[in-house]
C-alpha cells in the first residue's frame, strides 16, 4: 500500500520569508505520480504541480519552487518570499501506475503567512 | 472554461436518512473521483468512475455508492446517515490517466445531525 506523510501540521511565517514544506511517501511500485495541491480557506482543491517518479528534476514556478528525491523518496515544496495570499492547507498525493486517478493524500500541512 | 459544479453546496441531514451528491464534470472529461474530507481522517478516496464504470472503490461501506451518467455526470449517495458521515465530500474531474491533472470542485459541506 501506499502513503505520504506530511509530518509539518502547521507552519506560520511572516511575509516574505522562505518555507519549505515536506513531503515524504511511501510505494513499492517503480512508476508513480507525485503532486501538490493547495486547498484555501474556500475549500476547492487547487493543483499546483506533478512529477513522475521517472523525472527527478527540480522545478521551479515563479516563487514555487519543487525538490523530488527518489533517494529519500521526498517531494517538497519551497515557497520563496511568502505572501499572505499563500496561506491555505497545502496536499501532498501520491498515484500510482495501477490505481487509476485514485489520489492518495498525505495529511495536509497548514501554512500561516502573516503580515 | 466552466469548472467542476457540485451541487449542493450545504446540506443538512439528520441520522438514518440518505442523501445524494451531484457532480458535473468539466466538459470532455470522462474520470470522476469522489473524497471524503473530514478534520480527523483528511482526504479519503471514496470511488472513481470513469465512461459510466466503476474504475476504483476505497476503503467505505456499502452505505456509500455512486454512478455516472452517459454524459460523465456523477451522483454519489449515502444511506442510513450516521453522525460521522458529516464531512466535505469533493468531487475531482479528469481525462481519466494517472498523469492527468484532476479538478476539483467546492464541494458539498454535508452535516448530519
Known amino acids: 500500500a501506499q502513503k505520504v506523510t506530511q509530518a509539518q501540521t502547521e507552519i506560520s511565517v511572516v511575509e516574505k520569508e522562505d518555507v519549505t514544506l515536506d513531503c515524504v511517501y511511501e510505494?513499492?511500485?517503480?512508476?508513480?505520480?507525485l503532486f501538490w495541491y493547495k486547498q484555501p480557506p474556500s475549500g476547492e482543491l487547487v493543483f499546483l504541480i506533478r512529477?513522475?517518479?521517472?523525472?527527478?528534476q527540480n522545478e521551479i514556478s515563479g516563487r514555487y519552487s519543487w525538490n523530488f528525491q527518489k533517494s529519500t523518496s521526498s517531494f517538497n515544496f519551497t515557497i520563496t518570499a511568502s505572501q499572505v495570499v499563500d496561506s491555505a492547507v497545502y496536499f501532498c498525493?501520491?498515484?500510482?501506475?495501477?490505481?487509476?486517478?485514485?489520489?492518495?493524500f498525505g495529511e495536509g500541512t497548514q501554512l500561516t503567512v502573516n503580515p | 472554461k466552466a469548472g467542476v459544479t457540485q451541487t449542493p453546496r450545504y446540506l443538512i441531514k439528520t441520522r438514518g436518512q440518505q442523501v445524494t451528491l451531484s457532480c458535473s464534470p468539466i466538459?470532455?472529461?470522462?474520470?470522476v473521483s469522489w473524497y471524503q474530507q473530514t478534520p480527523g481522517q483528511g482526504l479519503q478516496f471514496l470511488f472513481e468512475?470513469?465512461?459510466?464504470?466503476?474504475?476504483n472503490k476505497g476503503n467505505f461501506p456499502g452505505r456509500f455508492s455512486g454512478r455516472q451518467f452517459s454524459n460523465s455526470r456523477s451522483e454519489m449517495n449515502v444511506s442510513t446517515l450516521e453522525l460521522g458521515d458529516s464531512a466535505l465530500y469533493l468531487c475531482?474531474?479528469?481525462?481519466?490517466?494517472?498523469?492527468?491533472?484532476?479538478?476539483f470542485g467546492p464541494g458539498t459541506r454535508l452535516t448530519v445531525l
Open positions: 475531482a474531474s479528469s481525462f481519466g490517466t494517472q498523469w492527468d491533472e484532476q479538478f
Open positions: 510505494t513499492r511500485d517503480t512508476t508513480y505520480y
Open positions: 512529477r513522475n517518479s521517472f523525472d527527478e
Open positions: 498525493a501520491l498515484i500510482k501506475e495501477t490505481s487509476g486517478s485514485r489520489l492518495t
Open positions: 466538459s470532455g472529461h470522462r474520470s
Open positions: 468512475y470513469f465512461s459510466e464504470t466503476q474504475r
